[in-house]
């Protein structure tokens, strides 16, 4: 039973960092001008959060579950939300939330927190409202198509997903981890190779 709670984490994990990390190269790798601009570029693009309430990204995990433990906002219950992962150091904290949050997903890598997504209630809130107030305060989005907008840093990262999903990203970390995973790739394709050139 235990492998099995593992496995069905493991895969949970996986996909969730692959949307992820195809959203954020995808984003990334647009140069369409149309898109941006604005005051969400230029010199005068303003500091985006890299907090919600009391959670911010870079705490640690101890901190986090403290933080998770006081707020009403989230039904957090301790270790059992949870998930430490088999990758380096990597650790995944899945709560559901209570009025505006529907569920809450939290990445940590090296004990440090540098992914914080929000599944909002469409109940509650919807697009339209959340991505006004997010022009409001931080300009026009850097990225825009139909399904994300992106407003974007040299350090953070913020997108708006829908239906309704809000993350914030510490850059440096997940560029840190786009490298390791194209080097793990090249690797892979090349023992290939080597095994295929054995025959």
């Not at 994300?148 to 997903?161: F, K, M």
Request: charged residues 30%; proline residues 3%.
């Amino acid at each position: 039973m235990n492998h099995r709670i593992l496995c069905r984490i493991t895969v949970f994990t996986s996909v969730f960092l692959l949307l992820t990390l195809g959203l954020y190269a995808q984003a990334a790798n647009s140069t369409n001008p149309a898109n941006s601009g604005g005051s969400g570029s230029g010199d005068d693009k303003k500091e985006l959060p890299t907090k919600f309430r009391e959670i911010s990204l870079g705490m640690g995990l101890d901190d986090l579950k403290q933080v998770l433990q006081k707020d009403k906002l989230f039904n957090f219950r301790g270790d059992r939300d949870v998930s430490f992962l088999p990758a380096r150091e990597e650790s995944l904290v899945e709560t559901t939330g209570s009025s505006f949050v529907r569920r809450a997903f939290f990445q940590l890598r090296d004990g440090k927190l540098f992914i914080m997504s929000y599944a909002l209630n469409t109940g509650m809130m919807d697009h339209y409202s959340m991505f006004t107030n997010l022009v409001e305060k931080y300009g026009e989005p850097t990225y825009l198509d139909p399904k994300e907008a992106v407003w974007e840093t040299e350090n953070t990262r913020v997108t708006l997903e829908r239906p309704l999903t809000i993350k914030y990203i510490d850059k440096k970390a997940f560029d840190d981890i786009i490298s390791e995973s194209t080097l793990i790739q090249s690797r892979r394709v090349k023992e290939r190779q080597e095994f295929l050139n054995e025959f």
